[in-house]
């Protein structure tokens, strides 16, 4: 079956942390993701891209309900967090979207043809999610909608 | 349905590319994601983590065999290009992951326990995937299937 883009989901409830400057070593990231697990906060995105000098930042998506507790877990594990409440989690979702070449592309074209700044990018064979502005966040999600000229049925408004 | 890990998968035929200090502003990622299809080349993941500094950096996973023709195509765009060939692509699959607390951890702690570092990591609903080096791909493998007590059967052991 060719790779297809079968809808588009869009999140506001979502908060981004950070951890910064950690130390690029085993057991760094069970730690962390331990102590968030302990609380009972569900994680949404875990993104972590190259290290750099030996040290490297872990970015999560949580909801927005749960900032307070994260926030709080995190900065008694001594790490430096970064919190950031007004994002938003765009996702395209379909199949073989690794293997479709442009895919990611058109999607990332149409936020761009709007200004829409991309912060954070995390993709699957079934999913591409980007973080974006908020205060964007309705725009961005009309504007991949048409770029892949799905109609209203084919939209999966809100995840959760 | 509760979430569960249903398998381990390894893919040894990954190679790591990232292009560096790039402009944090909208068109940016879209013109180097653009650049690579019209090149016909597939990416597998796209990782991009926080902005820092008006500049960020995107990284991606694609096929060793396509890393000639990849790097190519980036450094003609006049892109600072990190290219590392000895990297491995280890995935847990199930379902529910995002909800459910603490297998990222879980899968984190297994490989901390050998000490293996995890350089890169995306996640979606349906998979925890993580970069590590090469060398350590098959250890890396035995221990996340033993700590999720996953029988041979339900091994999913090479993507691709
Ligand atoms: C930074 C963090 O991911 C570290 N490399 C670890 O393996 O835990
Ligand atoms: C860095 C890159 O992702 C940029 N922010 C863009 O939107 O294209």
Known sequence: ???????????????????LNVPDRPGVAAQILQSLADKGI???????????????????????????????????TGQAVMVDTDVAKLSIVGLGMAQAKGIAAR??????????????????????????????AVEALQAVHQAFALNGSQEIPIER
Do not use: H
Not at 64 to 73: G, L, P
Not at 119 to 126: K, V
């Open 42 to 76: 569900p994680l949404d995105m875990i993104i972590q891209s190259e290290p750099a000098q030996g040290v490297n930042n872990i970015a999560f998506t949580i909801k927005t309900t749960d900032r307070y507790e994260a926030e709080r877990t995190l900065q008694q």
């Open 107 to 136: 999607m990332f074209q149409a936020l761009a043809e709007r200004d829409i700044n991309i912060e954070m990018i995390a993709t699957s064979e079934i999913k591409v999610s980007c973080i974006i502005r908020q205060s964007r």
């Open 1 to 19: 079956e060719a790779p297809s883009v079968r809808g588009v989901a869009l999140d506001q409830n979502q908060t981004r942390l950070a951890v």
